[in-house]
């Protein structure tokens, strides 16, 4: 004979189960000292190697932060405050940037392929070495930043100001360069197939051995 369980039992069960699944859920966790929720307040804090994928951090103050080797894919960190952080060899598949800052941060190494970078300020960043594919950088500013041998095929920069921007090695097949700035950048060795230029300018721009570049412009 099957056991039988009542309407009255299962109404007193459920609330109790479904209390402890749901426990802590509403709760920011927190590393280091650092609550981890949007507007956090975690300067120089210590998140090196955090999974903080798919985190709601809008807004938030990492300035100076250690998140090397951190997850944050799918996380936002829109408005965010990352200037000077480590952030070499972080993983942030289509992670939300949207104007948020990162003037001087080291981000090299890093998998961020499908980034979400609009109106992002990277003056001075060092992306050295990372993969950017398919990254949403219009409106930006890299002012001298580094992005020596980065992957950025299919990215888009327009409108972006990129004036001494070192990206020599870099992989722009297919990029979207229209109406960018890159004055005094270094293009040396880059790879250019496919890009759209549209209005890009190219004043005292280094191009030697680089593949596609505008070289009569």
Request: glycine letters at 10%; proline letters at 3%; charged letters at 20%.
């Amino acid at each position: 004979m099957r056991p039988v369980i009542t309407a009255s039992l299962l109404f007193v069960i459920t609330p109790a189960l479904a209390g402890d699944y749901m426990a802590n859920l509403d709760q920011a966790p927190v590393i280091n000292g650092c609550k981890l929720e949007r507007e956090a307040s975690c300067a120089g804090a210590d998140l090196q190697g955090a999974d903080l994928s798919n985190m709601d951090l809008r807004s938030a103050n990492f300035r100076g932060a250690n998140l090397s080797g951190a997850k944050l894919s799918h996380t936002s960190l829109r408005g965010a405050n990352l200037d000077g952080a480590n952030l070499d060899n972080v993983t942030g598949y289509r992670v939300q940037l949207y104007r948020a800052s990162m003037r001087g941060a080291s981000v090299k190494s890093a998998q961020l392929q499908g980034m979400q970078g609009e109106y992002l300020f990277a003056q001075g960043a060092d992306f050295t070495g990372s993969d950017l594919s398919g990254a949403n950088f219009d409106f930006s500013r890299f002012s001298g930043a580094t992005l020596k041998n980065t992957n950025l095929p299919y990215s888009s920069f327009e409108i972006s100001w990129l004036p001494k921007a070192d990206l020599e090695g870099a992989n722009m097949k297919g990029a979207n360069l229209q109406e960018a700035k890159l004055g005094l950048a270094n293009l040396a060795y880059a790879d250019l197939t496919g890009t759209r230029i549209h209005y890009a300018t190219f004043e005292g721009t280094y191009m030697e051995g680089c593949t596609a570049c505008p070289f009569d412009w």
